[in-house]
């Protein structure tokens, strides 16, 4: 299992509540702009996407490649930070 | 379009002449009674309500959509042969399904589907588009005579691994379309190219394989790759942290570094038996050559004997500072005169030996 980085963990370790997209790891300045610009401006949005796809990885990844232009470790840390966080508090 | 009537003779005669004559139904001439009327509504336009919903009949509207269904198949079936050639004729037009076709369509193809909304419904239109265009591919190749991909493959010794390798192609190359032309760069400079030029999906593979493996040691010199693929391979994922090891040859580093510690090592030991100034002035490049390269534990160790050998020196030096006396500094240097000249007999003895000797001297007196 790859290391997480401390983003992961903060985010990971309690409820998301208002949390700005930012806050998901592998989300950075860049990509949260653009997500944001699409609608996704909190991290919950996207939880909804995540959770409309059936938290199925290959679609989620790809659909964030979509939105935002993340690359695959971006997209693998998003991914993962949100399964990880629906593993605990859904 | 009004549905009309089962029992004509609700209406009045003139209504009946009114629809008659408004869905072109020829009226006879003249004024005829009631039943006449009715009979010709009944006639041609309750049929016609009945033609929109036929209950037994060899057309039905229903079919309509999986007949031309089923004479595209066996057209597509036929048709496509180049695996590079893709064409849009499959079975349906993916954007033109409703949420619920496509819904169906996935679950055909044994995808369970989430619900098709306005944010998942590309996602999964491109995903039917995907499973649609692989089986065309696949029992394609083995069967179809004249194709293609299948003289390729021959070519190339491996018919299967093409076919499995494309799902791998499809699934990573969408998922990592950046690094692939970054590292076909380096894959082509150092000359592992011959097998992966041939075939575009095969190179994709070759290349995918080695961006997982080559993700990490990107930063490492071209001697130490190698070493570093042998070890990732065998992880599950392909990557795994290895510690950067030093380069050789580089920042005055010796090119073969644990030989030449242990040699000093031997050296370092002699020389403290013998004799202690010289063996100071010796430890001292020694040690630096050690502490560079070798393993933490064996620096603390000479670090340790450095001290110690100091302490000894210093305090042997104060003990002759302290008797002052000429006879007993003279004895004394007579002592280290005799010593010395055999010392370096045999430490220049075992530079050559060694076969480091006068470079290796060099390097201890340069530091």
Same mark, same amino acid.
């Not at chain 1, 693998?76 to 629906?86: A, M, P, R, T």
């Not at chain 2, 057209?75 to 037009?93: I, M, N, Q, Y």
């Not at chain 2, 691994?161 to 499995?164: E, K, P, T, V």
């Given at each position: 299992m790859s290391s997480t980085s401390q983003k992961h963990r903060d985010f990971v370790a309690e409820p998301m509540g208002e949390k700005p997209v930012m806050a998901l790891a592998g989300i950075g300045d860049v990509l949260g702009k653009r997500l944001a610009d699409k609608g996704f401006d909190k991290a919950y949005v996207v939880l909804g996407q995540f959770l409309v796809l059936k $938290?199925? /990885? /290959?679609?989620?990844?790809?659909?964030? $490649?979509?939105?935002?232009?993340?690359?695959? $470790?971006?997209?693998?840390? +998003?991914?993962?930070?949100? $399964? /990880?966080? +629906?593993?605990?508090?859904? | 379009m009004a549905e009309f009537l089962e029992d004509p003779s609700v209406l009045t005669k003139d209504k009946l002449k009114n629809e008659l004559t408004a869905n072109n139904v020829p009226l006879p001439s003249g004024e005829h009674k009631k039943e006449v009327y009715v009979q010709l509504y009944l006639k =041609?336009?309750?049929?016609? =309500? =009945? *033609?929109? @919903?036929?209950?037994?009949?060899?057309?039905? #509207?229903?079919?309509?959509?999986?007949?031309?269904?089923? #004479?595209?198949?066996?057209? @597509?079936?036929?048709?496509?042969? *180049?695996? !590079?050639?893709?064409?849009? !004729?499959?079975?349906?037009?993916? !954007?033109d399904l409703t949420d619920e076709d496509l819904k169906q369509q996935l679950a055909k193809h044994g995808v369970e589907s989430g619900p098709i909304v306005a944010s998942t419904r590309k996602l999964y239109e491109k995903k039917l588009q995907k499973l649609l265009d692989q089986p065309p591919a696949e029992p394609e190749a083995p069967t179809d005579v004249t194709a293609l991909p299948k003289a390729d493959s021959n070519q190339n010794g491996n018919t299967n691994?093409?076919?499995?390798s494309d799902k791998e192609d499809e699934e990573i190359a969408a998922a990592e379309p950046e690094p692939v032309p970054v590292v076909e760069k380096p894959v082509r400079s150092r000359g592992k190219a011959p097998v992966t030029v041939r075939t575009s999906s095969r190179r994709q593979t070759k290349v995918i394989e080695e961006i997982i493996t080559e993700e990490t040691p990107k930063k490492a010199s071209e001697s130490v790759v190698e070493d570093i693929l042998a070890n990732e391979i065998s992880t599950p994922t392909g990557i795994s942290a290895t510690c950067r090891r030093p380069i050789r040859g580089a920042a005055g580093r010796p090119v073969k570094p644990s030989e030449y510690w242990l040699d000093e090592s031997r050296v370092q030991h002699s020389v403290h038996t013998e004799s202690? &100034?010289? &063996?100071? %002035?010796? &430890?001292?490049?020694?040690?630096?050559? #050690?502490?560079?390269?070798?393993?933490?534990?064996?620096?603390?160790? %000479?670090?340790?004997?450095?001290?110690?050998?100091?302490?000894?020196?210093?305090?042997?030096?104060y003990y002759a500072y302290q008797n002052l006396d000429s006879d007993q500094i003279n004895t004394l240097r007579g002592v280290l005169d005799s010593v010395i000249v055999p010392l370096q007999g045999t430490v220049d003895k075992a530079a050559t030996y060694l076969g480091i000797g006068s470079s290796g001297a060099q390097e201890s007196i340069g530091e």
């Open positions: $938290k199925d /990885e /290959e679609l989620f990844r790809d659909w964030l $490649k979509d939105v935002s232009g993340a690359n695959a $470790k971006q997209q693998g840390d +998003c991914y993962g930070c949100l $399964k /990880e966080w +629906c593993d605990a508090f859904l | =041609n336009l309750t049929i016609l =309500n =009945n *033609k929109k @919903s036929p209950p037994a009949d060899t057309f039905s #509207s229903d079919e309509e959509l999986p007949a031309p269904v089923v #004479s595209n198949k066996s057209r @597509s079936g036929r048709k496509a042969t *180049k695996k !590079t050639d893709k064409p849009r !004729t499959e079975e349906v037009e993916v !954007t691994s093409d076919q499995y202690r &100034s010289y &063996s100071e %002035s010796l &430890s001292r490049p020694g040690s630096k050559v #050690s502490t560079g390269k070798a393993p933490v534990r064996r620096g603390f160790l %000479s670090l340790l004997l450095k001290l110690l050998l100091l302490v000894v020196v210093c305090g042997s030096l």
